[in-house]
């Protein structure tokens, strides 16, 4: 791993224009803002084993190495000018934005930490020499409540009802404003829940993990307390995410939001049960009663509509639910050396 500030520099000779075509840039390097995250990561490895030239962008250097060079850099603080000479000396092809995180954030901490990055980057692309592809990463969260049975698509209204999804929803739209005005040569990918290798701590499974990890390879019993498990969930595999992303960046550019998943609602009681057969642990799920059970309804359902990541991307997902869990499971246990071969299905 390299960690080093990018070179500031004048224009080069010969430099594209907001005018020019991206197709010749798509050759240059791919700079991945937080590509040290868990979507980040894999979205790494997708160009990488593509052979393209990865740069590994974030506010401070990864915790763990990355086989790419690193580039500290501060989207939100940095001067846009400074900002877009430090691209530009990168000369990048592409450019993906996975800054953004619904982890480890307070309300009051989402705006600045989702949308203004993004905003900022706009502001810096408009004054770029270069004109890379921007994959923007949104969520699905930016449409808030959906009515079950439904799913959500390019042509669904989003009407956010946290914080998240209305600082997600900022972000996207400015990449959509600039899509469609010409300015910016955009895709914005509306992403499902995710699940896969690498999942974090916090997350879902990453909380099931724990508890299992605790009890793998003992004669105890793994009791997982959860919230009440009672929504329908689209799970996605990481891997095809970043395959979306790979897809994205080749594509023509769309002043449509796409939708990534597997258009499919699965039970997150299903889930959770399919993670603890993975794991071969004898566990046992106990979920707590709903704090607030008015608001719990805005959980209850999501599903994507796919159709316009099949016809504008040429993408679908490849990896079914019991393969993403099955290695995620895989991964954890080889970071904490347990056999990978599960010695019994669980109950749940």
Known sequence: M??????????????RGPGGTA?????????????????????????????????????????????????????????????????????????VNAVGSIWGRTDEQMWSATAVPTLRLLETLALMTTRPRLVHLGSVLEYGPVRPGSSVGADAVPRPDTA?????????????????????????????????????????????????????????EAVVELSRLRAHRDYVDVRDVADAVVAAAYAPAVPVAVGIGRGEAVAVRDLVDLFIEASGTPARVVERPAA?????????????DIGAARTLLGWE????????????????????????????????
């Not at 829940?193 to 499974?205: A, D, E, F, K, Y």
């Not at 008015?294 to 599903?303: E, V």
Request: charged content about 25%; hydrophobic content about 40%.
């Open 2 to 15: 390299v960690n080093d500030p990018m070179p500031k520099r004048g224009p080069r000779p010969g430099a």
């Open 23 to 95: 197709e010749a840039g798509r050759r240059g390097s791919v700079l991945v803002l937080g590509g040290a995250g868990y979507i980040g990561r894999h979205v790494c490895a997708a160009f990488a084993s593509r052979n393209r030239d990865v740069v590994v962008v974030g506010r401070r250097p990864p915790e763990e190495p990355m086989p790419y060079r690193c580039v500290t850099l501060d989207l939100a603080g940095a001067d846009p000018a400074a900002l877009a000479a430090a691209l530009d000396a990168a000369r990048p092809g592409t450019i």
């Open 164 to 220: 998240y999804g209305r600082s997600k929803l900022a972000a996207s739209e400015a990449v959509l404003r600039g899509t469609a005005g010409g300015w910016v040569d955009g895709v914005v990918l509306r992403v499902s829940n995710v699940s896969g290798p690498g999942t974090p701590r916090i997350s879902l499974l990453g909380q099931v993990a724990e508890r299992l990890l605790a009890a793998a390879g003992r004669s105890t």
């Open 292 to 304: 607030d059970r008015a608001s719990g309804h805005r959980d209850d359902w999501l599903r994507v």
């Open 317 to 348: 997902p490849r990896r079914s639910l019991q393969e993403s869990v099955r290695d995620c499971w895989k991964a954890l246990a080889r970071a904490h050396r347990l056999p990978t071969t599960p010695s019994k299905p669980s109950g749940g």
